[in-house]
């Protein structure tokens, strides 16, 4: 990746920050990418890494290591701007804010050039609301089952303690009414009526085990790797970092282990039962994972799913430019589309 290269891609990414409600990302990037054209402190940090794919998001990677000075007071200039940190932000405060990020920029080099080798996981909470939908709707296709989650892609595996968090929506709602994360203004519209149905029939999901992997995967209860995931969430999203810790909150008190291993080698080694309904569950995780690898893993679910045990497989992943679906597979039944949703996973809505 050339200068230039690099500058593009974070020009791509503020238009897509802007899409996403986060102004003061967007136009960091925008002047970030000047910064980088004109050889400044951007350019310098990032030197070394022109070889970096376009899809390994370097520009994000750099913004979530600012955002780790900024939430750990180690930039306390920058953090006045960032909401995250306790501070505010408007476009008029723009100039200012830019140029608290290039003097921390600036002063960082050797800590931000760590970040840069670190991929971006931000273990996204919302997405649960698909995750959960998918699990309701396989139980009431396939009955009052135990349950075992395997997630493909778990980074944290903060979502699979999903089955304790809190769904809500207008005249509807599911899970514990204690729980640290909620999960609200779920469904854009009306929900599903079969969704309210299921949730009513199944107002607790017992679970009986908890399955992931991730190749390169964080604990909650590392203080480093806890940083990482507040971190690479974008400062404006303060509803996001709320679910986030509720859901770092939830791990501390019930231990998940991830697994350090690749999707396909990890459901080679998972087998089916026919006393418990296996839920093979992942979001926007798909993309990262090789072509030859998705081949694999897709060999593996259908071993799986026909087998002749209740198993279901659950998948929001991107579609095209633009679509977030979610998509359930029970059995060698087909596969059925269940709603859109929103990237993070709220809102969702029917297709």
Do not use: K
């Amino acid at each position: 990746m050339t200068r230039e290269q690099a500058a593009t891609a974070m020009e791509q990414q503020a238009h897509a920050c802007a899409r996403m409600a986060a102004g003061l990302y967007a136009d960091l990037l925008v002047r970030a990418a000047a910064d980088v054209r004109a050889g400044g402190p951007c350019a310098t940090v990032i030197g070394g890494y022109e070889d970096t794919p376009a899809d390994a998001a370097l520009s994000l990677r750099l913004l979530g290591g600012v955002h780790a000075l900024a939430l750990t007071g180690a930039a306390p200039e920058l953090a006045r701007y960032y909401p995250s940190a306790g501070g505010t932000y408007r476009p008029t405060d723009a100039d200012a804010c830019w140029a608290a990020f290039r003097a921390t920029v600036a002063g960082a080099p050797d800590t931000l050039r760590q970040w840069l080798r670190r991929p971006p996981q931000t273990n996204e909470v919302g997405r649960a609301n698909l995750l959960l939908t998918g699990l309701l709707y396989a139980l009431a296709e396939l009955g009052d089952l135990p349950v075992r989650l395997v997630e493909l892609g778990a980074s944290g595996g903060l979502n699979l303690r999903a089955d304790r968090f809190r769904v809500e929506a207008d005249d509807f709602a599911w899970g514990p009414v204690d729980s640290p994360v909620r999960l609200p203004d779920a469904w854009r519209g009306a929900v599903p009526g079969w969704l309210r149905d299921a949730a009513g029939a199944y107002p607790e999901v017992t679970v009986v085990e908890r399955l992931g992997c991730d190749p390169d995967p964080l604990d909650p209860g590392d203080p480093a790797d806890a940083l990482a995931l507040r971190a690479y969430l974008w400062p404006e999203h303060t509803d996001r970092a709320a679910r986030l810790a509720g859901a770092l909150e939830l791990a501390g008190r019930l231990p998940v282990r991830v697994h350090a291993a690749g999707a396909a080698d990890f459901l080679a080694g998972v087998d089916s039962r026919p006393d418990v309904l296996t839920v093979i569950w992942h979001s926007v995780m798909r993309q990262y994972v090789p072509a030859d690898e998705w081949r694999r893993v897709n060999a593996e679910i259908d071993r799986l799913t026909g087998s002749g045990a209740p198993v279901a497989h659950v998948s929001f992943e991107p579609v095209g430019n633009s679509r977030f679906q979610l998509r359930v597979r029970l059995g060698d039944r087909p596969e059925q589309l269940l709603a859109d949703a929103h990237p993070h996973g709220l809102p969702a809505w029917l297709p």
